[in-house]
């Protein structure tokens, strides 16, 4: 899983998340800070896709970005032929392979799959820009259609093969023994892409990875197709714990927050109370079992270290669940001083309250100030 790579695709895939339109402010806005956070690669919609589409894809290949700049099309000669004028570092072409898409969408057999391949490969390639051919809907496609094609694609010469989960169904078993597979007949990169249907696309992701891809499709806040793709920020939390060196030294983490800010406001949309890393209670740490433990090292209940994304952990104290280590400390914030035992009683007190109604964070602090005053008083 070391030597991951990430290919963004906020700005293809990500446009097709039914909130999105992004205006061509936005797209560079988006594109320069993906680029800041250290992405490898930001793919962008076909050229042929819309007038707009094309304008936009040159303008930020002049950008002048040190990611490498793909767009995503068709795998037809009409698209690949705008597609090389665009500016881009590389093209990704995908078809689908699946018996569905082949039926219901372009109606082709595997032979003129492979000769569209062929064709648009070696054309690409005069051009002296980077190719990766990808099947869609990879993991409902016969196993022998699409060895064949890989094999084809990667003899003639690409840089990456990529497989896709278009429908979301494929689980981390299945992706592990599909890229071990691959793994062992072509000689190419391998890289992936994960709907997340049924909530494994992160899973799926690693499993990818420990089989032996090299690349995998994010977009920020796994924007896309229906509930979108592999998450960013949620890989990221993923692979620091599998790879916290290479992580740590490639991506500038504490930019992931602001990253994700501009995207959920760009669509509309709030980041998840749940999300790994930026969601509102990620670092927040409630039972006065947990509490205590926190306070004494962090680590016992915390995989992931908040300061690593520059983000701080809240240890929530004002709940009838809470414990007397975190109301000391809280003591100890408010710049007061209790002993131990009085520490004991205060947090009773608050425990009781507790059980009536939700506290806020003034509701305890008065009950702690009322209660120092109380027994600092000099009795006369
Ligand atoms: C789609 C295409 C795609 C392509 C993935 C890829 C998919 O259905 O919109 O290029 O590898 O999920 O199959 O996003
Ligand atoms: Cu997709």
């Known amino acids: 899983v070391q030597n991951?790579?990430?290919?963004?695709?906020?700005?293809?895939?990500?446009?097709?998340?039914?909130?999105?339109?992004?205006?061509?402010?936005?797209?560079?806005?988006?594109?320069?800070?993906?680029?800041?956070?250290?992405?490898?690669?930001?793919?962008?919609?076909?050229?042929?896709?819309?007038?707009?589409?094309?304008?936009?894809?040159?303008?930020?290949?002049?950008?002048?970005?040190?990611?490498?700049?793909?767009?995503?099309?068709?795998?037809?000669m009409d698209d690949a032929r705008v597609a090389v004028e665009t500016g881009?570092?590389?093209?990704?072409?995908?078809?689908?392979?699946?018996?569905?898409?082949?039926?219901?969408?372009h109606g082709k057999d595997m032979n003129y799959i492979s000769k569209a391949a062929i064709e648009v490969i070696e054309f690409?390639?005069?051009?002296?820009?980077?190719?990766?051919f990808?099947?869609?809907?990879?993991?409902?496609?016969?196993?022998?259609?699409?060895?064949?094609?890989?094999?084809t694609v990667d003899k003639i010469g690409v840089n990456r093969i990529g497989i896709a989960d278009t429908?979301?169904?494929?689980?981390?078993?299945?992706v592990y023994e599909l890229v071990r597979t691959l793994k062992s007949v072509v000689s190419c990169d391998i890289e992936c892409h994960f709907h997340n249907d049924t909530g494994c696309a992160i899973a799926n992701a690693y499993t990818a990875l420990e089989g032996g891809a090299r690349l995998i499709d994010v977009s920020v806040l796994g924007i896309g197709e229906r509930n979108g793709i592999t998450p960013l920020g949620g890989l990221m939390a993923r692979m620091i714990v599998?790879?916290?060196d290479y992580v740590k030294s490639k991506y500038k983490l504490h930019k992931l927050r602001d990253l994700e800010t501009l995207v959920a406001?760009?669509?509309?949309?709030?980041?998840?109370?749940?999300?790994?890393?930026?969601?509102?209670?990620?670092?927040?740490?409630?039972?006065?079992?947990?509490?205590?433990?926190?306070?004494?090292?962090?680590?016992?209940y915390e995989i992931l270290n908040p300061s690593d994304f520059g983000m701080t952990r809240y240890i929530h104290f004002a709940n009838r669940l809470t414990g007397w280590n975190a109301i000391k400390s809280r003591v100890d914030q408010l710049n007061l001083h209790l002993t131990d035992a009085q520490c004991k009683e205060v947090t009773a007190k608050i425990k009781k309250l507790g059980d009536i109604r939700p506290l806020n964070i003034?509701?305890?602090?008065?009950?702690?100030k009322d209660y120092h005053a109380e027994v600092s008083t000099p009795v006369i």
């Open 124 to 132: 690409v390639k005069s051009k002296g820009l980077e190719i990766r």
């Open 4 to 76: 991951f790579q990430l290919i963004e695709s906020t700005l293809r895939e990500g446009e097709q998340f039914a909130n999105a339109f992004f205006t061509t402010e936005k797209k560079i806005e988006i594109a320069k800070a993906l680029d800041d956070f250290g992405v490898d690669y930001i793919e962008l919609t076909s050229p042929v896709a819309s007038e707009q589409s094309k304008k936009d894809c040159e303008a930020i290949c002049k950008l002048g970005l040190k990611a490498k700049i793909l767009t995503h099309i068709r795998c037809h």
């Open 88 to 105: 881009v570092d590389g093209v990704d072409v995908v078809i689908g392979t699946s018996k569905f898409l082949r039926q219901y969408s």
């Open 242 to 244: 599998a790879a916290p």
């Open 362 to 368: 003034d509701d305890v602090d008065s009950i702690i």
């Open 265 to 300: 406001e760009a669509v509309e949309v709030n980041i998840p109370f749940n999300n790994p890393i930026t969601g509102f209670c990620a670092f927040t740490h409630k039972a006065g079992i947990h509490a205590k433990a926190i306070l004494a090292n962090p680590s016992t």
């Open 134 to 151: 990808s099947s869609e809907d990879s993991f409902r496609s016969d196993l022998v259609d699409l060895l064949n094609i890989y094999k």
């Open 167 to 174: 429908v979301g169904c494929a689980n981390p078993r299945q």
